[in-house]
Structure formats: structure tokens, C-alpha cells
């Protein structure tokens, strides 16, 4: 990769004489409509001719009106509509040599050499085949007198690039597919829905999802929904599987809970290659059980329906990130797919994901179901190992006894998912053999002896639910040290996680200054960020902004529908965040804005007045609606009402304007399937630290824990590519602690997408694209961050 440090910006790449085509391949995916807008506009930026190609590879190989040149107001309103618009067919012809042939010759009709293509594995070795065989279809054609020799010098390379979009997330090489998110969204909507009429009636509810040869949305519904049993390609149960089940559900009926969920991937199969359907698993629990029975077979439902914020944003980034690659190629660089590594886009060879991906299927046709597993990264590793931390409970008379008290508390203001990480702390805890303690109202409740033992059972059905069950509070610990230390000693606390934002942190530090006078307070403890601002520092990610980024997605959507069929509009949205311009950035990038205004880039009245008329020039085309975000705090005299007055009368004539303060809206809800794993997989993690650490700082002699270095007291966050463990007194430097923000911020990187795709001039830093990279078995240590 490039360092940091050696700056290079795209306006050295120029697009002039290049002509790309884009196309989409197999099956459908959510968020497919992001990718192609990217690819047209950054193509048409950069001063390339982008071609569509309708119909996938049947629209190359046919030609005509098939292959039909974008503009820039082609791909307008397309962002949150899902599948694709410019169709997708699966084409036979395409797949002979003569099928080829035409395809080649319909390409060169219009100069075209720079292939985009967004599919699957499949399409993907179809255009790296294509692409090899590119030089002797010039031949063939030459000879046949449909093209001169002039021609096969001046195209004589196929560059080809691809993006992965497959809602099946089967594709090794990259941590998440375009459109996998939006088809989690899909099932966790419907298993939500069917736990309230479950509950109801006391009913076991087996669920189909698709996933054919790939258990990865089966695996990750099961954990974001609690299910009690899930069924994958790649795992399948030993031989008394069913015994094991019923058991299972029989066990949970008798904790008192009065449902059942089985999620059953398409592909299922037991250890002797036999498929398990819905059906058989239905009839078993019948039969033994006597359990009343459904089976639900969610089938297109998962393709269909609006892109997620995650799906919206990945695709605008693989876009831009595909055009970028075919401004760089060369004749010896190789077809390449874009990639999703933790938070950073990368470049990898196509033809070794997919040999790799090719690779777990031959392992599970060989029975090598552990190898298969491997292959298919470490982030669906951490799925399936936390699903069976989390859903298997061991009897307690075979649980570990650490006589280890630790305590969970929610701090700051509340964000969705945090139910989702207490429940997999809880359950973690008690496998771990600790006995676990909930807080209730944070740092307050805790100083006022709110403090209570929690079971497994009673953290049930948490996974879904919005707020903060246990209670939170912003309450710092600074000035009631003595009567927190009190408590720690009355109820033998070893051990402490903190589940919560910025006073999350600022408690952190307070505790660990306190270590000196209070000797309670030497005791293992970590942080978890959970912050729909996501301003906490040390994390990229925190739990609860991707819930307050899709509030956001879906709010600006209908109000932008609002305005359609009407006259020219143009609508300011103020988010929250504080200081902190996650939200209204990334948010802006999701919903397709024109602006964003935050606090960590300064703007004056010049700014204003320069984005109002270029709204209004965009405005006399056939654009009709405008969308503007503005932080809440991104400056004190630029208020959302100024800002709103200001456009109204600069527009005059042109476009009216209407405004809309989100609110709380933006932390309420639902946690998304993002969150539910994200607290989920961080929580347990942060968890097996703890343990890791008691067992390092207990004093046999004295019998008691004592820790007290800084390496003791840390926060759990998501850096790049990582999950990282780092001391917070670390961290002070990085922190802006006036405004509450860390001093760098990864997604400002993300704010010149924003502006390219809405038709700004502005700089955009590729010091970390360019180098193709080599798909690895092992990916860095803990990389992690794709729920």
C-alpha cells in the first residue's frame, strides 16, 4: 500500500479517450443501482465516455441499443431503488467462443476497452476469460474484415475490473458483498415480525433463508435474531443432531420463553451430504417435541426491497475505487475485483478469489467441512465460534468456576445494539464460569448500589430490542469515587465493562486516576464504544451509528419522495453527532446529498453561496430535488434555520425550499443486523480479554485481583483493518476533548466522494488505493468489523 504520507490525488489520472462499460451480471443485489451511479459519474469526471450495457452479458453479446451511453442525469434518483436498473440476464451464448466474438466486436464498435463488472464469481471468471482471449478475437475479427489492423492496435487490451455483488456474501477476498446487508435487513425484518405472533401462540417458528452453497446469511440472521438453532453448508450437525435439537428447544421452553426460531440455510446438508429441508426439521420437532410448528420460506423477499445505508455506501466507494483501477491499469496489470478488508477498499487479482472461492466448495464436496470454514475468511470463522458461545449453554455443573465477579454497565446516551452487546457480555461471562452483575442507570445507578446478579436466562430476546435495557445515564464517576469504590468492595467486583460513548471514555480515564487512592478501582476494565455519534476515540466504528445511519438513509429517501411530481425542491436535513460529522457525511454519502455541513471542515458564507448556485445550475437541468445535511453543531452562527432562510431566497425562482430536524428519531428503533453482530462479536470479545486478564493479575497469596497498569484499563475499538486493544491513557493525545471528538477521523476521506458524485470540483487523496494486493488465507489478526 501507499504510505500515508506520500500524497497522491486522482486529478493526475485522466479519463480522456477511455471509454468504460458498465454491466450487471447473475443474479440481483440491493445496492447494485449505488454501484453503477458511481461508476457512471466518477467515469464522467475524470472525462471518460460510460457505457451501459443493458441486460448483463446477453446485452454485449446482442449489441444495439443494449450498449447505450450514460450521462450524468441517467443515474440520477437511482441510489436507493434496489436491484438493477439496467437489467441482468444470464446468458448461454456468452459462454461460446462465438458468443464472445460478438460481444468483442460490439464493444469495439464504440471504442470501448475498460469493462466494470458487478456479479458474482461466475460473471466475474466469464470476463476474466474474455479478457484473455481478447487478442485473438481481434484476430478472428480482422480476418473476417469486420475490423482494420488500425483497430487491434489502438484497443489492443481489455482492462477489466470487478465488484462482487452477491446477496449470498460467498465470495472469498472481501469481508462483505454488495447487497449482503440489505438482505440481512430483509430477514431480521421478517424474524422480528414472526417473534411477536410467536410469542403469542407459543410457537417454533424454521425459517428458510437463501444461501445455496453458503450458510453466511443463515449464520449471521441466527446470531443477530438469538435463533436457537441454525443449519449451514459448512457446518453440517454430527450424526443425533436431532436428539440434540429438541433437547435444545425442550430446555429453552422450560426457561420460560415462549418461542422457538430455526433458521435453515437453502443449502443445509447433514455429515452424510443428505439436504435438510424446512419441511423434515418441522416434522421432527412435531413428533418429539409436540411443539405447535411453522416453516416460513423467505425466498425473493431477501433480493428485493431498498438498499441499506452499508450496502449504498460500500457500492459508492467500490465504484469510485473501479474507476480508479481502469485509470491505472496497464496491459500487464491483471483483472482485479475491489474488495472490502475491515474498513478500507482494496484491490485484489479476481482469479485468485476466485480459485479460492472455488476452493470451499471442493473442501465441502470432500467432506474437509473445518477447511471450508477456514477458506471462507475469519470473519465468518468469528460468526460461527460466537453463535456457539452464545447459543449453546453448557450445563453449570460443566461450567468453569473462576469465583470472578464482573459488572456491565451502559453509559452515556443510548444506542441501539447495546442490549445486543450486555446479552453476549452476560452469556460470554457465565461460560467463562464468572459471575456476571448488571448495572442499571450507569455510573449513577452504580454509586447508588443499582447492582444485581444477571443470569443466562434473563438476558433472552435482548438482541432486537432498541434503547438500553439496563438504563443509562451520562453520569461521570469523578465525584462519587468514594461511594462507587464501596460498592465494588460490597459486591466483590473484579472486573468491569463499559458499554457506552464519550462519557464511556471520560469515565474510563476518571476510574483509572482514581487507581492511586482507591484500590478498588485496580481491576481489569475495558470500554466498548457504543455512540450513534461515533465520536468515541480509538474506534472507527461504535455500536449504534450504522442503526442511525439507516434512520437517517430512510428518512431523507421519503422525504425526498415527498417531493416528487411537484415543483423543484430542495430539502435541509439537520442529523445529530454533536461536533462529531460522521452522520451527516457518511449519512450525505448514503442518501445521495448535494452538501454536508460539519464542524471538522470550516465553511463561510462564500461555501454557502457557491453550493447554492451550483444547486441552482443542476436545478435548470432535469435534477428536481436538492438534499442538504448540516451537523448540529457544525457552526454556532450558520444555524440549520439560517442556512434554510438563505437557500430560500437564493433559490427564489428557481427551487423552494423546506427543512427537517431528525432528532431522536436517529436513536431510537431497532438495532440493524450491523449492530446486533457488531455488539454482539466486539462484546464477547472484550469479554475473553477480561478473562484473559483476571487470570494475569490475580495474587494467589493475597487472594484477590490487583491490576494496575495501563495496559489494564482499555477501550475494544475497530482500527482499519483490526480490532484493537488500547490503553485509554494512550489515547489522551489523540483526543479533542473540548468538542469530544478524536483528533483524526477516518471518514473525512470519504467526504470527496460525496462531493464527486454530486458534480463538485474538489481533491480526492488515493494515497491508499493503487497497489494490487494478494488474497491471504489469514487476514490480519482480529480483522473483523462485517457483521
Not at 206 to 229: F, I, N, P, Q
Not at 429 to 445: L, P, Q, T, W, Y
Not at 508 to 519: M, T, V
Request: proline share 3%; charged share 25%; hydrophobic share 40%.
Amino acid at each position: 500500500m501507499a504510505q500515508p504520507d506520500t500524497k497522491r490525488f486522482f486529478e493526475n489520472l485522466t479519463g480522456a479517450g477511455k471509454s468504460i462499460a458498465v454491466l450487471t451480471s447473475g443474479g440481483d443485489a440491493q445496492g447494485m443501482n449505488a454501484a453503477v451511479r458511481a461508476v457512471v459519474r466518477m467515469g464522467i469526471y475524470v472525462g471518460a465516455k460510460v457505457y451501459f450495457i443493458h441486460e448483463g452479458y446477453q446485452g454485449m453479446v446482442d449489441g444495439g441499443d443494449n450498449i447505450e451511453e450514460a450521462s450524468w442525469e441517467s443515474v440520477s434518483s437511482m441510489l436507493q431503488v434496489g436491484g438493477t436498473v439496467i437489467g441482468s440476464a444470464r446468458c448461454k451464448e456468452f459462454r461460446t467462443h462465438e458468443g464472445r466474438l460478438k460481444a468483442a466486436h460490439n464493444l469495439l464498435q464504440r471504442g470501448i476497452t475498460n469493462l466494470c463488472v458487478i456479479g458474482g464469481d461466475g460473471s466475474l471468471t466469464g470476463a476474466n476469460l474474455f479478457r484473455e482471449e481478447w487478442s485473438g478475437l481481434l484476430g478472428e475479427l480482422v480476418q473476417q474484415g469486420l475490423i482494420d489492423e488500425d483497430a487491434v492496435q489502438k484497443y489492443s487490451a481489455l482492462h477489466i475490473v470487478g465488484m462482487v455483488g452477491s446477496i449470498d456474501n460467498d465470495f472469498c477476498g472481501t469481508d462483505m458483498t454488495i447487497g449482503t446487508d440489505s438482505a440481512l435487513h430483509r430477514i431480521i425484518e421478517v424474524v422480528d415480525a414472526i417473534m411477536t405472533t410467536a410469542q403469542s401462540h407459543q410457537r417454533t417458528f424454521v425459517l428458510e433463508v437463501m444461501g445455496r452453497h453458503c450458510g453466511y446469511l443463515a449464520l449471521v440472521s441466527a446470531l443477530a435474531c438469538g435463533a436457537d438453532w441454525v443449519l449451514i453448508p459448512e457446518m453440517p450437525p454430527a450424526d443425533g443432531w436431532e436428539d440434540k435439537m429438541c433437547q435444545k428447544l425442550s430446555a429453552n421452553r422450560a426457561g420460560m420463553k415462549r418461542l422457538n426460531i430455526i433458521i435453515v440455510a437453502e443449502g443445509a446438508i447433514d455429515c452424510n451430504n443428505k439436504p435438510i429441508t424446512t419441511d423434515h426439521v418441522k416434522n421432527l420437532v412435531v413428533r418429539c417435541l409436540g411443539f405447535d410448528t411453522r416453516v416460513t420460506i423467505l425466498g425473493h423477499v431477501q433480493r428485493g426491497g431498498t438498499p441499506s445505508a452499508f450496502d449504498r455506501i460500500l457500492a459508492s466507494r467500490m465504484g469510485v475505487e473501479a474507476v480508479l483501477a481502469l485509470l491505472e491499469t496497464t496491459a500487464n496489470t491483471p483483472a482485479c475485483v475491489v474488495s472490502l478488508c475491515g474498513n478500507q477498499s482494496v484491490r485484489l487479482p479476481l482469479m485468485e478469489c476466485v480459485q479460492m472461492t472455488q476452493e470451499v466448495q471442493k473442501a465441502m464436496d470432500e467432506k474437509k467441512f473445518e477447511e471450508a470454514v477456514k477458506l471462507r475468511g475469519r470473519s465468518f470463522e468469528n460468526n460461527l465460534r460466537t453463535y456457539k458461545l452464545l447459543a449453546h449453554r453448557e450445563l453449570e455443573s460443566e461450567l468453569p468456576q473462576s469465583n470472578f465477579n464482573v459488572a456491565v454497565l451502559n453509559v452515556g446516551a443510548p444506542a441501539a445494539g447495546m442490549n445486543a452487546a450486555v446479552r453476549s457480555a452476560v452469556r460470554v461471562g457465565i461460560s467463562e464460569g464468572h459471575k456476571m452483575f448488571a448495572v442499571n442507570d450507569g455510573f449513577e445507578g452504580f454509586y447508588k448500589g443499582q447492582i444485581k446478579e444477571i443470569k443466562w436466562a434473563d438476558v433472552g430476546g435482548w438482541t432486537g430490542q432498541g434503547g438500553s435495557l439496563l438504563g443509562t445515564k451520562r453520569t461521570l464517576p469523578a465525584k462519587h469515587l468514594e461511594k462507587l469504590a464501596e460498592q465494588m468492595r460490597i459486591n466483590n467486583i473484579n472486573a468491569l465493562l463499559v458499554i457506552g460513548g464519550f462519557e464511556a471514555y471520560l469515565g474510563l480515564l476518571e476510574l483509572l486516576s482514581a487507581r492511586g487512592k482507591y484500590d478498588e478501582f485496580c481491576v481489569p476494565m475495558v470500554m466498548v464504544p457504543a455512540t450513534v455519534s461515533n465520536n468515541v476515540t480509538g474506534s472507527d466504528l461504535s455500536i449504534g451509528a450504522d442503526t442511525a445511519l439507516n434512520a437517517i438513509t430512510d428518512t431523507c429517501d421519503r422525504i425526498k419522495q415527498s417531493a416528487s411530481g411537484t415543483k423543484r425542491r430542495v430539502f435541509i436535513i439537520e442529523t445529530m453527532g454533536g461536533y462529531c460529522g460522521y452522520l451527516a457525511s457518511v449519512g450525505g454519502l448514503a442518501a445521495g446529498a448535494d452538501a454536508a455541513y460539519i464542524y471538522e471542515e470550516p465553511f463561510d458564507i462564500k461555501d454557502l453561496q457557491s453550493n447554492v448556485e451550483h444547486l441552482t445550475e443542476k436545478m435548470k437541468t432535469s435534477i428536481q430535488r436538492g438534499l442538504i445535511l448540516r451537523n448540529e453543531n457544525s457552526n454556532e452562527n450558520y444555524t440549520t434555520d439560517f442556512i434554510y432562510q438563505l437557500y430560500s431566497e437564493e433559490g427564489r425562482g428557481v427551487f423552494d425550499c423546506r427543512k427537517n430536524v431528525l432528532g431522536h428519531m436517529q436513536q431510537g428503533g431497532a438495532p440493524s443486523p450491523f449492530d446486533r453482530n457488531f455488539g454482539t462479536k466486539i462484546s464477547a470479545k472484550a469479554m475473553q480479554w477480561l478473562s484473559k486478564k483476571l487470570k494475569e493479575t490475580f495474587r494467589q497469596d493475597e487472594g484477590r485481583v490487583f491490576a494496575n497498569t495501563e495496559d489494564s484499563c482499555c477501550l475494544l475499538g475497530m482500527r482499519r483493518r483490526a480490532m484493537v486493544f488500547q490503553p485509554v491513557v494512550q489515547l489522551r493525545d489523540e483526543t479533542d476533548f473540548v468538542h469530544r471528538i478524536p483528533k483524526e477521523q477516518w471518514w473525512l476521506k470519504l467526504r470527496p466522494l460525496m462531493k464527486i458524485l454530486a458534480k463538485y470540483k474538489t481533491s480526492y487523496d488515493v494515497s491508499d488505493s493503487g497497489q494490487l494486493e494478494h488474497v491471504v488465507r489469514i487476514r490480519p489478526k482480529d480483522s473483523d468489523v462485517s457483521a
